[in-house]
């Protein structure tokens, strides 16, 4: 996948982008990356990059191969392309957590109200928003611990 950002601030730690909503990724014509990159930078257009190698500084992703060092300014749209292994974890994450813990959770209290002699249906109905509900959390507490590792170019 591939996006493209413009340079909004460039200082010794960080590199400040906004990401460029008109543009859809110059790989494909389908328009899913928009939920991984809401999931990624979940309410902001605006990514921060450490330019540094410092662990202290808190940023969406790092440039681990010293692309911003080049002499980039103020304004110039470079391109984030984001590995096809990580966007297929990411997809196992988003959307098979969900589905796993619901056919579980499902299941799960279907038999237990049955056992206990109550209306199995209401117990399936109970696992499946359960199962919901704690996916949600599941992923909002990992939420923050996703940094892709993307790979800059102009």
């Known amino acids: 996948m591939i996006k493209l950002a413009r340079i909004l601030q460039i200082d010794a730690k960080k590199v400040e982008l906004h990401m460029e909503k008109d543009s859809s990724c110059a790989d494909c014509k389908s328009g899913c990356s928009d939920g991984f ?24 992703l790092d440039d681990v ?10 304004g110039d749209i470079v391109g984030m392309k984001f590995s096809e292994n990580q966007l297929f974890r990411l997809a196992l994450v988003l959307y098979g957590l969900p589905i796993i813990s619901i056919v579980f959770f499902m299941m799960v ?36 611990k996703f940094k892709p590792r993307v790979e800059f170019f102009k």
Do not use: A, C, E, W
């Open 37 to 60: 990159l809401s999931f990624l930078f979940p309410k902001s257009t605006v990514i921060f990059v450490n330019k540094s190698s410092d662990p202290d500084v808190n940023t969406h």
């Open 65 to 74: 191969r010293g692309f911003f060092s080049q002499g980039y300014q103020q």
């Open 109 to 144: 209290f279907y038999y237990l109200f049955t056992s206990l002699h109550l209306n199995s249906d209401l117990g399936g109905i109970t696992g499946l928003l359960l199962g919901l509900v704690i996916s949600k959390i599941v992923l909002k507490l990992n939420q923050s």
